[in-house]
């Protein structure tokens, strides 16, 4: 049986389905940084997984952003830490945190209209500015 990640308590993912890759972390580090790659790249196909509703697909390539490739492979990076455990872990955190957001529907907008008293308000507002505007012509003398 298969290694599933729980992300909330109907939906699991296969870990087989997550690629992880370890490169070498960018930035300051001093001699230990160019002789360990302790950042981690995850990969998760949203598309073509087969554990995620369409629903929630959709919702996640929208969350996703620019950390979606055109062929629909969320891609995350994690070089916070020193320790390529804990930069696994970060990745796969942020992944499941991603997935939940993504499974919450979102409200639906409740049409409304505009109340009397702010309708009034509109129509006096630009009254008053309509009047500002007349001031502004040519002044006329009659001599």
Do not use: C
Request: no cysteine; glycine share 6%.
């Amino acid at each position: 049986m298969p290694a599933m990640i729980e992300i909330t308590s109907w939906l699991r993912i296969d870990e087989d389905d997550l690629i992880w890759k370890a490169t070498r972390a960018s930035g300051p580090g001093g001699q230990h940084v160019n002789k360990t790659s302790t950042a981690i790249e995850l990969r998760f196909d949203v598309r073509n997984s087969p554990y995620l509703p369409d629903d929630v697909k959709a919702r996640l390539e929208t969350l996703a952003g620019s950390r979606l490739t055109q062929d629909g492979v969320l891609v995350l990076f994690a070089q916070g830490s020193r320790s390529q455990e804990m930069n696994r872990q970060d990745a796969l955190d942020r992944l499941i945190d991603l997935i939940r957001r993504a499974t919450e529907k979102p409200k639906p907008r409740k049409a409304t209209k505009p109340t009397y008293s702010s309708k009034l308000k509109r129509l006096e507002t630009k009254s008053k500015r309509g009047t500002v505007k007349s001031g502004r012509g040519r002044v006329k003398f009659d001599d």
